[in-house]
């Protein structure tokens, strides 16, 4: 088994928002520039603070949810869907899945599954492994729940650094088209430095989009792993 640290996430798609957000026509990632925020760990404490900037900036985020945050925190998740962001999978309580056993690993899944449908209505369609860390056993298990497991192409650095200039400079160093950036919304700095963040990012020409609007071409399949770990080019 190969265990590997990634990264990249989750999830509804656009159709489910269809009745509470107005409707626009998709953004078409194969013709202009999109990147795919994506806040794992949460609905962290600042989510309300960060789900305004969102608003105000009409841009769309990927929120990779652990299960027990979505029960303590239902009315970010509910706002997360009523608000045309997605929603990915993170396990309940954030365990190495490549130390879990079988049994532990469904339990993290599916308990997360359940926290978020009662709280929004919807089920996670995404899976970020803990850690991004992943093998074939992790990927076999995916595979039986549906769901693709979304690493990342380039991390904010921001849980390391919680500095708002550092997490700025490193985003924009790592920002390029259809990358899918790693953050955090447990993070003050991150959400206080998002506005300016934000700007910077839509006069450079991006569009901020859903991990799904940028893996749309990918074509993936239940298990796999995008962007792929290396080692695992077969």
């Known amino acids: 088994m190969l265990a590997i640290a990634a990264v990249c996430v989750t999830i509804a798609p656009a159709p489910a928002f269809a009745q509470t957000s107005p409707k626009k026509a998709p953004v078409d990632c194969s013709a202009v520039k999109c990147i795919a925020l994506t806040f794992d760990d949460g609905p962290g404490q600042y989510a309300g603070t960060l789900l305004d900037t969102l608003k105000k900036y009409d841009a769309k985020a990927t929120f990779f949810l652990e299960g027990q945050y979505a029960k303590s925190r239902p009315q970010y998740v509910k706002r997360m869907v009523a608000e045309g962001h997605e929603l990915g999978n993170h396990s309940y309580r954030h365990p190495d899945f490549t130390k879990s056993s079988e049994a532990t690993i469904k339990a993290e899944i599916q308990q997360t599954q359940d926290a978020v449908k009662k709280a929004a209505g919807v089920e996670p369609k995404l899976l970020r492994p803990p850690y991004g860390m992943t093998d074939v056993r992790v990927s076999e298990i995916a595979e039986q729940f549906g769901m ?55 006069h450079k020409g991006y569009h901020l989009v859903t991990v799904s609007d940028v893996i749309k071409e990918e074509k993936l399949e239940p298990g796999d792993a995008f962007p792929l770990p290396q080692g695992w080019e077969q």
């Open 148 to 202: 693709p497991q979304i690493l990342w192409t380039a991390g904010s650095e921001d849980w390391a650094s919680k500095n708002v200039e550092a997490i700025q400079k490193q985003t924009l160093a790592v920002a390029k088209p259809n990358a899918i950036i790693l953050m955090h919304d447990w993070v003050k700095q991150t959400v206080d430095g998002m506005p300016s963040l934000i700007k910077t990012l839509q």
